[in-house]
Structure formats: structure tokens, C-alpha cells
């Protein structure tokens, strides 16, 4: 177990580094590895980390990296550690909010091994600085959740505002907690009030209106730990089979050579890859 010291350690040079940064992200990778939700799943982590090695920048995390697994504390020590060192870019999830930390467990793991004041640093200093989203090589969406309603510009993103423990902004908060569905428009989303279900053509037109070919997200659970929407536009990965995913097969998404692969973690193999449809050069054909 990681000791107070070395986690309050990691995680000033975390707050230090994301101070002044802001809510969207833009970062260019030449081969790009895409994490969903870890849930506390330290072991999946790490044989992600073992296969694919470190890069500056290597890795985008999606989200959800606290409640409902086993190593919650360890696994957001590890991601930290990964960003201080510049390889992995943490993206921030529902779960990295007060909202949920003490429903589904991380209150009650950061509180025996951390004390109650580094976990308020955490719900207050740490996860109100992680970015909402991020735009890699500007093609792909990453995004805890998806898109918001009513669909937001790339500039409407950029002027978030940072630092809510609890994203009150309607935008923030459904970036982190809407789920595709196929369906057109968007639907009350069962989760809860205030989030949506958004159709294939809100996707269509958030991606043409801000010039990107697809979405990456996490949030929702599937035993195989991927799910295609909207004409693949929308790609969904889950990257835990902590606590209760222990039946999942955890898939990552690596972005390489204009190529999307989903990759299961276990077995290594590529379980589909999809061209990445450019979209400037589309619009100079047209
Ligand atoms: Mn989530």
C-alpha cells in the first residue's frame, strides 16, 4: 500500500502541473493508447502499462479511475504518477467528483488509507483540475461521458470554467455523465436529472460542426468492454474487471497510423480497427 506521504507527494506535483490548464486538452500522438474506465482495477493498469511500455505522451485516460474496484487509491496514485511523468494524460470522469466518491467506495478507501484530509484534497484540490475532455490529433473526441445538450462548440468547451468540486455547469456535467443512444435528438437519460441520451445526429453535427471524425468515451459498462454506435462514430471503451466487472474483458483503443484498433487486454488481439475518416480532406473533395 502506498503510504500517506509518497501519494500527497505525487499528487502536489499533479496539482502543480494541471494549475493554469485548461478544460479541453489538445495533444498529437504518433501511436496513442486509450484507457476507459479503471475503477480501482490496479492489475489492468499495469499489464497495460508492461505491454505498451511508457512514451511522452503515451496514454489518454478517460475517466473513472476511483470507486467500485479494489485499488482505488493505488490505481489514481498510479495514473498521477504516469501524468507528473508526462505519459499519460487523465481526463476527468463522473466519478472524480464528491457527487459519487461516498456511494460507491472511495470515500471509505481514501479515508482508511489516506486520512480525511488528503481525501478532501483529493475532492477539492485534485479532481476539480482534471480537463472535462481532450482533442487528439485533430481528429478524435475524448470525452468522459458525451456530448452535451445543446451541442457545444470546441471554443464553448475551452471557456469552462475549472475548479467546481461538483461541475455545475450544465456542459461540464453532462461532458462527464451523458451516454449515446440510437435514437435522434436526445432523451432523458435514465441516470438521472439533467443527463442525456444523444442520437446519431447530435454526434453527426457536433462532429462536422467542430471538424472531428469521431468520439472516444468511457462510462458505461460492457462485459466484452467496447460498443460501437452511431456508424462507429461513436466508440466506447471499458478498461476495468475490478470489483464487480470481474467478468469483463477489458479493451483499450489504440490510435495509430490514421487507424483506430480495439484492443483486448488479456489476449492482445485486435478485436476491430477502423480507418479514421480525415476530415479536412473530405471537405477539400467535396
Ligand atoms: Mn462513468
Sequence with gaps: MIDRRSFEEV???????????????????????????????LHT????LEKYGD????Y?????????????????YKVLELFVDGSLIPLRGN???????FDYGFAEEAMHYLGGDLFNR????????????????????????????????????????MGDADPADP??????????????GYAPNPRGPGIYLFGSDVTESF?????????????EFFAEGYELYHDSKVISIFTSKGGVYRQTKPKVLRVVDGEAEIIDVETSQVIKKMALAQREEESSQA
Design 45 to 48: 493498469l499495469e499489464s497495460i
Design 60 to 76: 489518454v485516460a478517460l475517466g473513472d479511475y476511483v470507486d467500485r474496484g479494489e485499488y482505488q487509491v493505488e490505481t489514481l
Design 95 to 101: 466519478h472524480e467528483s464528491r457527487l459519487t466518491s
Design 55 to 58: 512514451g511522452h505522451p503515451r
Design 11 to 41: 499528487m502536489e506535483l499533479a496539482i502543480k502541473k494541471m494549475n493554469g490548464a485548461g478544460p479541453l486538452v489538445r495533444v498529437t500522438m504518433k501511436d496513442a493508447i486509450i484507457l476507459g474506465d479503471l475503477h480501482g482495477d
Design 207 to 219: 462532429l462536422k460542426i467542430n471538424h472531428l471524425s469521431a468520439i472516444v468515451r468511457g462510462h
Design 122 to 161: 483529493v475532492l477539492s484540490d485534485l479532481f476539480p483540475r482534471l480537463p472535462y475532455a481532450a482533442v487528439l490529433n485533430d481528429c478524435l473526441f475524448l470525452v468522459h461521458g458525451g456530448v452535451p445538450n445543446p451541442i457545444p462548440s470546441l471554443a464553448d468547451i475551452e471557456k469552462l470554467r
Design 171 to 184: 456542459v461540464a456535467f453532462q461532458l462527464l455523465w451523458n451516454d449515446p443512444a440510437e435514437i435522434k
